[in-house]
């Protein structure tokens, strides 16, 4: 046999090689490699010795084509049968047909781009507990409001700085009574056209607690960009809304979005650690009236109950009817002053649409502040 004879022959096995070993698929091509090398045994009758060791060897290729990719690119947990790794020194006929690779159902671990939904799923170990689910049980929601003095009495020259502060308002709500009520705030009106919230188009994902800790996970954030003290009473409005939700006001509340912290919520709050509840006097409304209700239908002798932090225990109110102008006015106490506490009043009134609004008297300028209001159509 001479050396020119032998380097054709090889020459024609490196390209068979190579052309096999292209057309691998990881999934199908192995077993038909397999049985075109079976048949180039049996239909060969020249160099028997020499075509046998080069089917084999082809097929060793084929198989060391097939790990290559499965360990590149789909390398899984129910795949370690068949993708430990090649051997060099395996032959076709050495590979068993029940470990033919196939393809996996199982997800790749090699280093891909996260899908979306992965990327911002919340991590299991920072779920917590979720709130147990509920039935037709009433939760506060709180809201935001100007306070501005929108009636100087007379002789007074300044009005006082308008000022954003929450308003509580009750919601019967079934399911997980604290994601029920964030829903509301991002996503309803009030029933108060007073009232309103910064944290429209907001998505929440789930409410949960642990280590004392409530986690407010959120789909989406809201995108405003606030002043740093408006920004910071609107996310007083979701811990009091959440804390009022759980009856748990002692509990500190992390704001996340697909499970990770630290966005600037509103531009301004840090939210890389959990928020505390703010003390009342600093972001909740000084009046609200709590009864009747906004739009509410009542008899003519109706009862005003509303909170106050008055200075001196007191609470000023007037009444207008909206079609004959007729006016009410007075004040009432609360039981203590400069601490939130109920008061209440009495009002006669004639049939018609009523404004009925309670506020305070500043003592630095006799402006009115802090004014809640509510109408109601007295039959």
Do not use: C
């Not at 991590?123 to 003095?149: I, N, S």
């Not at 939130?340 to 003592?363: D, H, M, Y």
């Amino acid at each position: 046999m001479s050396d020119h004879s032998n380097d054709s022959f090889d020459e024609l096995m490196r390209r068979a090689m190579h052309e096999e070993a292209d057309r691998v698929e990881p999934t199908d091509s192995l077993p038909e490699i397999q049985a075109r090398a079976r048949a180039q045994r049996r239909t060969t009758s020249r160099r028997p010795w020499v075509l046998t060791a080069g089917a084999a060897v082809v097929g060793t290729a084929a198989v060391i084509g097939a790990f290559t990719v499965l360990d590149n690119n789909t390398n899984t947990a129910g795949d370690s049968g068949v993708a430990a790794g090649p051997s060099t020194s395996a032959s076709a006929s050495a590979l068993p047909s029940s470990t033919t690779p196939q393809a996996s159902t199982e997800p790749s671990q090699a280093p891909t781009e996260p899908p979306t939904a992965q990327a911002t799923s919340v991590p299991k170990d920072r779920r917590g507990t979720p709130e147990p689910m509920v039935k037709g049980t009433l939760v506060p929601v709180y809201w935001l409001g100007d306070k501005t003095a929108i009636t100087p009495t007379p002789g007074a020259t300044t009005k006082a700085t308008p000022k954003v502060r929450l308003y509580r308002t009750w919601a019967k709500v079934s399911g997980r009574p604290a994601v029920e009520a964030v829903r509301i705030m991002t996503s309803k009106q009030s029933g108060d056209p007073d009232y309103y919230s910064l944290w429209r188009g907001a998505e929440v994902n789930t409410v949960t607690r642990s280590d004392g800790t409530v986690t407010v996970d959120f789909k989406r954030l809201p995108t405003a960009k606030l002043d740093p003290e408006t920004a910071d009473v609107a996310a007083q409005q979701l811990i009091y809304t959440v804390q009022g939700a759980l009856d748990d006001s002692s509990q500190q509340v992390r704001i996340t979005q697909g499970g990770e912290a630290g966005a600037r919520l509103f531009g301004q709050v840090d939210t890389s650690t959990p928020l505390s509840r703010a003390q009342a006097a600093n972001v909740q409304a000084l009046v609200w009236i709590t009864s009747p209700a906004q739009g509410q239908l009542t008899k003519s002798m109706v009862t005003v109950e509303g909170t106050a932090a008055a200075y001196e225990a007191t609470v000023n109110y007037e009444a207008m009817n909206l079609k004959t102008r007729e006016v009410r006015k007075g004040y009432t106490n609360t039981k203590e002053g400069q601490k939130f506490t109920p008061f209440t009043f009495n009002l006669k009134l004639t049939p018609g649409p009523w404004q009925i609004e309670a506020f305070l008297i500043s003592p630095a300028d006799g402006s009115t502040t802090d004014v809640d209001s509510k109408t109601i159509e007295v039959r």
